[in-house]
Every structure is written in structure tokens, then in C-alpha cells.
């Protein structure tokens, strides 16, 4: 059960903890996560955001722990995701479906298309405000962070951002607040932007720059999933600022899958020559990381070796289901390299580089096949690969061109 907390002022978390998801959209979840919902009481007693619907006899149940559900005179809906928007239905008929509830306006698109209601929509853009007795509610569109119709509400007031999705972790533990968890909630976070939001960085940076321009103050960042960053919002905002940037780091993440050990002995060497140049590396056999830890490894790296034996003329399936979900993330600012072996057609090199090439990622290397089992002059070859990776990413972060 999750006990409603004050998180201020007469503003109460009454989300709900799902401590058994391991999977989220194909992204792991090894610790759960949070649907956080926010209540806050004044003239009016105003809800920001629901759970999956699943969880809605515990939701209702934290909310009657301060007020009677019926008493809730507006909903807010930041993000209309299932799991923060899946109790909505059961909501409007307890507190009534005249009541208003203020969403973007794909936000009453999407909730029409979702639960085929029409309710009292309000719908509200990018400096619209509401204000209640002695509290302004200020929204902001955030379109594609990560739907269409997600916004933030600020609490002008008290300086709360509640930030839909943004900002978040798939989290579920004991804690509720950053200062009560400190940095080990930032590899949670850092995994949430990989696997989340990456591949809207575009976005991202344009967003992070207008609430610059804003010059607002934040007390506290209220996510829908995860910890609350109370003590220091500004940590994840500049995290936000440093992932959105996609700047290459010196470090390279080697990927492969093998049949019977050929492809494995060509990554290990490969792996070896970045050492020698003393780059980071980091070593993941697909079948025993997950594809959304891999990517998680990726967003801090400047280049990626990503090997497979040939099957049935094709790439290993398991290397062909972590280049979908790479390429779907599109990460930015990396050079690349193929390598795997093969047993009489070799094709998988071939189809890693057109990949890295629809990827808009530096391939600087043919790459290496070899057939069957790769002797020393091949392992060499390999090692040699690793060497050109390393140096022509440590030209690269020196300013330096095509590692020439």
C-alpha cells in the first residue's frame, strides 16, 4: 500500500506503488514503479492526474484517507498514458461528470478516443492559468515529452512543477523524496531518459531553454513516476540539459550475440584493444542484458561495436531486436563498427553498417567477417579494430576529424 504523504501545503501524493511491473513497453522495470497522482485542497480540492486503472480501489482509498473523493471539484490531466489516466472513467462518476477537467486539447482527443466519454473538458495551452482562491495553476504544452497532449502544470504559489512524465524514474521503493534517496536515484533517471525520452532531445533542449526564459522558481518537481526532487530540482534539470545534448563521451559500448563462441572471441578482442588506448568499454552479450540497460550504457558513450553471426542470410534476432529498439531511440553524435562471423554467406555486416547508416552514425570501418572460427591473425585484426574505435573517438572528442 502507498500511505498519502503531504508533500506540502495542503498538498497531498495519493499514487499508488506497482511493485511487481518488470516490463514497461519493452523497457525493464527490475524495480517497479510508481503512478503518482497529487491532490491539492483550497476553495476548490483539485486532482493532478490518476493511476492505471488497476490500481483504482487503492487510489480511491488513499484520497478518502484526507477527503471524501466527492469533494474533488476539478481534475487535472497532465498526460492521458494509461497509467496515469486509466481511473479517470470511475472518477468523473463519483464526483460527477459535469465537474471541469482541464487537459491539453490532445489531451481531450485522446481521452475521448480512450474511454469513449465525452466529459467537461477544459482545454487549456501554453500560458493559460486557473486560478483558484489563493493558488494559480499555470500550464505549459509539452508536446512529444512523450505524447502529443502532455503538459505541465505549475503551481505558481508554492513553486511546484508537476511534470507528467518528465523528470521521472520507474522506481518503487521506500523513499519518496531525492534528499531521502540521494544519487542513487540518478541511474534510474538516467535509464528513464534513455529508454523514454532520447529520441526527443530535440525537443527537450528547446523545452529546457523557454522555462530558462521563464525564470520561474521551483521549490519542488512533482513527476508521475517515481521520487519527488525536493532539495535539489535543479540536479535532474541539468541531467535533462546534459543527456538532451547527446555530446559524445569517452567511453564505447561493444554489443554482440554469438552461436558458437566465434563472435564472443571477436568482441572480447575488440574489447581489448580499447582498453589498451585506455578508453572506457563496456562488454554486453545480448542474451544477458536487457536491451533497455544497453541503451541505458549507450546514451554516455561516443561509440558502439555491434557484432552478430549471420543466420539464415540475416543478423542474429536478438542483435536485430536491440538495433530496432536503438535505432527507434536514434542516438545521436557516435561513431560505429561491425563486426561477426559467419558459415558460408556472411551477410550480417553488411545489413549492422546499413543500419548505422540509416542511423546518421559514423561508420569508420568496413568491419571485420570471418568465417567459422577466427584464428590469431584474425583476433589480431579484431584487436586492431579496437585500437582504430579508441583513437578515433579520443580525435573526435579532441576536435579532431574522421580519426585521421
Known amino acids: 500500500m502507498y500511505k498519502p504523504i503531504e508533500i506540502a501545503d495542503r498538498i497531498y501524493s495519493v499514487g499508488c506503488r506497482d511493485w511487481d511491473i518488470r516490463d514497461f513497453h519493452g523497457y525493464s522495470t527490475y524495480e517497479g514503479t510508481t503512478y503518482n497522482a497529487f491532490l491539492i485542497l483550497g476553495e476548490k480540492n483539485i486532482l493532478i492526474d490518476t493511476v492505471k486503472e488497476k490500481f483504482s480501489d487503492e487510489f480511491f482509498s488513499n484520497i478518502s484517507k484526507i477527503i471524501d473523493p466527492k469533494k474533488i471539484d476539478i481534475v487535472i490531466s497532465n498526460h492521458t498514458e494509461m497509467d496515469h489516466s486509466g481511473a479517470i472513467p470511475r472518477l468523473m462518476q463519483v464526483i460527477g461528470e459535469e465537474k471541469p477537467l482541464y487537459c491539453s486539447k490532445m489531451g481531450a482527443k485522446n481521452l475521448k478516443s480512450h474511454f469513449n466519454r465525452d466529459f467537461n473538458f477544459k482545454v487549456v495551452g501554453s500560458g493559460d492559468e486557473l486560478k483558484i482562491g489563493d493558488r494559480t495553476f499555470s500550464f505549459l504544452e509539452t508536446r512529444m515529452l512523450h505524447w502529443p497532449d502532455s503538459m505541465f502544470t505549475y503551481l505558481v504559489e508554492d513553486a511546484i512543477l508537476f511534470s507528467s512524465d518528465a523528470f521521472g524514474q520507474h522506481y518503487s521503493g521506500d523513499k519518496f523524496f531525492d534528499d531521502e534517496i540521494g544519487d542513487e536515484i540518478i541511474p534510474h533517471a538516467r535509464k528513464y531518459y534513455a529508454n523514454i525520452l532520447l529520441h526527443f532531445s530535440p525537443r527537450v533542449q ?169 584464428d590469431e591473425d584474425d583476433l589480431n585484426k579484431c584487436f586492431d579494430l579496437g585500437v582504430k574505435i579508441a583513437k578515433t573517438l579520443k580525435q573526435k572528442l579532441s576536435g579532431g576529424k574522421d580519426g585521421q
Request: include cysteine; aromatic fraction near 8%; hydrophobic fraction near 45%.
Open 206 to 374: 528547446a523545452l529546457l531553454k523557454d522555462v530558462a526564459k521563464m525564470n520561474l522558481k521551483i521549490n519542488m518537481i512533482c513527476p508521475d513516476h517515481g521520487i519527488l526532487w525536493r532539495e535539489n530540482p535543479s540536479k535532474i534539470i541539468e541531467a535533462y540539459d546534459k543527456w538532451s545534448r547527446q555530446e559524445p563521451a569517452n567511453k564505447v559500448v561493444v554489443i554482440f550475440d554469438s552461436m558458437w563462441d566465434s563472435t564472443t572471441k571477436m568482441a572480447r578482442s575488440i574489447t581489448s584493444g580499447i582498453e589498451s588506448e585506455d578508453v572506457a568499454v563496456r562488454l554486453m552479450n545480448t542474451r544477458k542484458w536487457h536491451r533497455s540497460d544497453i541503451m541505458t550504457e549507450i546514451i554516455e558513450a561516443g561509440a558502439i561495436a555491434v557484432g552478430s553471426p549471420t543466420l539464415n542470410n540475416g543478423i542474429f534476432p536478438v542483435i536485430a531486436d536491440v538495433m530496432t529498439y536503438i535505432k527507434g531511440l536514434r542516438p545521436q553524435n557516435k561513431i560505429a563498427a561491425a563486426f561477426g562471423s559467419y558459415g558460408w554467406s556472411g551477410e550480417a555486416v553488411k545489413i549492422l553498417n546499413n543500419e548505422f547508416s540509416e542511423m546518421k552514425l559514423d561508420i569508420i570501418d568496413e568491419g571485420i567477417k570471418v568465417q567459422y572460427v577466427p
